[in-house]
Every structure is written in structure tokens, then in C-alpha cells.
């Protein structure tokens, strides 16, 4: 079983976000809106016509700038400052919400051998061990370090590959609908969507869970342990 990192296993940090605009101009940020406008960016990958550039072509980051009430403009410039932040060797991806622990805890007891998967810049272990969660992974895969990131299908047979199992006995947990939950069933593996805020429409098709503790509680289900 693979999970995303940012916006599974760890949130943005709010505080954080909210001090980079204000540190190249653009304030006020509401610190409450921060989690949410994220998280509806990355749900908006489904309306966008050409998803497999959502987030490099700079759409995805306009779209921050609309949910936070900063405008376009000003959300691909906080975009771009976030992106330097990561380049300095800091995350914003590092709030730990207190079930992830205890979810993660209940996974390994039942047998199960947990990996991550992240589109990410070299950071990754650093977030994980930050948050006191490294331990509970038996791989973690960087996309800088392996040298390929999703939505290609070999990051996912790179996860199958770590935890030595058949990629379609693997699950793949994330909040994008594309990088993360289409590209893993391309993949041939099975995937569920985290959709924490309850963004996307209640008839879509496939796994969808808005609690990860509600995930583990039916993974029997859906997954067996290897």
C-alpha cells in the first residue's frame, strides 16, 4: 500500500504559507483558508483540459490565487515562492494531522507494508522524519531521487517493486484525481482517492474516503495483505 505525502499524510502549514506572501508582497493571506484552497486547487485538476500539465503550465497555481481570494496573479507568484522555499531546502508540506499516526499504526499491525509515493524534490524523508512518521514505511520513494514522478506508470511499478508485490495487489492512496488516482489505475494498480474536504462529487466513480481512519476500517475489502 503507497500513500501521496502532501495533502495525505501531511498538510501545508498555514503559518508558513502565510509568511512567504507576505514576504514578497502579497498579504493579506487568510491563514484559514490556506488548507482548503490546496486542497480545492488539486481538485480542480478534474475540470482542466489537459490535466497532465495542470501544474506545471501554471493553471493549477492561478487556481490557488482564486481560492484564497489573492487573485491569478498573485497565486502564481505565491506558488513560485513556495516552489524557492522547497529549492532552500524547506517544505510546506509538514502538518501532521494527529490520526495519520494512529491510522498508520492500525495498517502495520494488520500486515500490511506501507510505502510513499511523492512528486517531490528531494525532501521527502526529511518531511516524514520531521513528522515522526518514517518509521512506520517500509519504502519511500522521491521522484527526484528514482528519477521519475507520477503520472508516469513506472513510479507506480517503482512502489510495487519496493514492497515486493504484484502491482495490481498494491493500493495507492492520494488527493489527486489525476496524478495520483488515474495514473495509479492506468498503472494497473488499485487507487482511492483522499478527497479530505469533500471536493469532489459524492457519485464519482471508485474509492473515495474523506476520513483515513474510515480507509483502514475497510481496507480488508478492497486489499489483502501480501
Known amino acids: 500500500m503507497s500513500f501521496d505525502c502532501g495533502g495525505v ?9 502565510v509568511d512567504v506572501c507576505r514576504g ?9 483558508l490556506v488548507e482548503r484552497a490546496f486542497a480545492e486547487t488539486v481538485a480542480r485538476v478534474l475540470c482542466d483540459n489537459e490535466p497532465a500539465t495542470y501544474w506545471s503550465s501554471g493553471r493549477a497555481a492561478r487556481s490557488l490565487g482564486v481560492a484564497l481570494n489573492i487573485g491569478g496573479e498573485a497565486g502564481t507568484r505565491a506558488w513560485s ?7 532552500s531546502g524547506r517544505s510546506l508540506w509538514v502538518s501532521l494531522d494527529r490520526s495519520v499516526p494512529v491510522v498508520l499504526e492500525a495498517l502495520k499491525a494488520k500486515g500490511y507494508r506501507l ?7 528531494g525532501l521527502l524523508r526529511k518531511q516524514l522524519q520531521g513528522a515522526g512518521i518514517d518509521a512506520y514505511f517500509s519504502a ?5 531521487e528514482i528519477g521519475v514522478g507520477k503520472p508516469a506508470p513506472r513510479a507506480f511499478e517503482c512502489v510495487a517493486e519496493s514492497l515486493v508485490v504484484r502491482i495490481d495487489q498494491c493500493l495507492h492512496v492520494g488527493d489527486d484525481p489525476y496524478f495520483d488516482v488515474a495514473a ?4 494497473g494498480m488499485l487507487a482511492a482517492l483522499y478527497d479530505r474536504h469533500g471536493l469532489v462529487e459524492p457519485q464519482r466513480e471508485g474509492l473515495v474516503f474523506t476520513d ?8 480488508g475489502s478492497v486489499v489483502t495483505t501480501p
Do not use: K, R, W, Y
Not at 483515513?212 to 481496507?219: H, Q, S, V
Open 115 to 121: 510505502a510513499v509515493l511523492s512528486n517531490n524534490s
Open 184 to 187: 495509479a489505475t492506468s498503472a
Open 9 to 17: 499524510l501531511l498538510q501545508p502549514d498555514a503559518s508558513v504559507f
Open 140 to 144: 519511500v520513494l522521491d521522484s527526484q
Open 81 to 87: 515562492a513556495v516552489q524557492s522555499l522547497a529549492e
Open 212 to 219: 483515513l481512519g474510515e480507509l483502514a476500517m475497510e481496507l
Open 24 to 32: 514578497i508582497g502579497i498579504a493579506p493571506v487568510d491563514e484559514a
